[in-house]
């Protein structure tokens, strides 16, 4: 039986601050309609794809950007979405700010069967920024600030196969893709808002696509799964943020790719029983992973260099001083 997914990378286009929910939804619909159209069987729509990307502002009372989260999924402004999808049997990832009944607030995304049943719900683990008010950069980056971390990564049995899902800044680490390839992931969809322009480190800003596609095809090749990146991109509220969403194979090969900044959809089949040509070769877990000598990745969090290595680097250094010193000396 054939395991292939027609799969479609919903890249959108900016959403500015004054466009409201029943505007986004139907662009998000729009792109639905381009995906069954094309086949697709699942449609990915970005991180944070009903609203702007908030937290780009400082306001002292978070309160007031409640407005941005969703208090319920579907909720009167989405359902449309979620009947259509059903109306179409198409699936559909989406990223958006949850507010939870307790009063929680989360980078959340969602999968979502062809019935329109909810099959999945992941909350971003690996928040970027920071968590106070930095009124010198262009922009803040204040996710630190109006979201709670996720607890964990899991994998959900739909569409046929093993699915996973992270969020923008988790594809930048390589823990992200082991803990969904521990779980037998097959394909992981990852929505994100990456802005251009990267103010602590300014001379980044011209990698930035070459190193969205470096963690996706890594990942995808290093854990043997299919990994879907999907954008919002364009200029936002004076901001501008990478495109480039993109299908990747097992391989790490991309299989399609965005080519714009504005709404667009790159479409693949994901065969899924391709992820087995590497985790039972190359990437066979069982047989080569060796979890006895990796007890740092758990048991530390910050980068240690060892007592002895600085050590020797302090002798080291130390004799340099020395040297120098002699020779000032002997040029008097």
Known sequence: ?????????????????????????????????????????????????????????????????????????????????????????????????????????????????????????????????????????????????????????????????????????????PETYRMLGLQGCELALIGYNTPIHYPPDPSQDALQGFHNRLVLQSGAYQNGMWVVGVAKAGDEEGCVMLGESAVIAPSGEIRAVCTTDGDELAVAACDLDMCADYKETLFDFGYYRRPEVYGLITSQRGAEVPDDVAAVLGRAARRAEETEEMEEGTDA
């Open 1 to 173: 039986m054939s395991r292939t997914l027609t799969v479609g990378a919903a890249q959108m286009g900016a959403i500015q601050r004054a466009d409201t929910r029943a505007d986004v939804v139907e662009r998000l619909i729009a792109l639905l309609h381009h995906g069954a159209e094309a086949g697709c069987d699942l449609v990915v729509f970005p991180e944070l794809a009903l609203t702007t990307f908030f937290p780009r502002w400082y306001v002292q009372d978070r309160s007031e950007f409640d407005h941005f989260f969703e208090t319920k999924m579907p909720g009167p402004e989405t359902r449309p979405l979620f009947d259509e999808a059903s109306r179409l049997g198409v699936g559909f990832h989406l990223g958006y700010a949850e507010l939870t009944p307790d009063g929680r607030h989360f980078n959340t995304a969602i999968l979502v069967e062809r019935d329109g049943s909810i099959a999945g719900l992941y909350r971003k683990v690996h928040l970027p920024g920071h968590h106070e008010h930095e009124p010198w950069r262009e922009f803040q980056h204040l996710e630190r600030y109006y979201f709670e971390p996720g607890d964990g990564f899991g994998v959900y049995g739909a569409f046929g196969g093993v699915l996973g899902m992270a969020i923008c800044n988790d594809r930048r680490w």
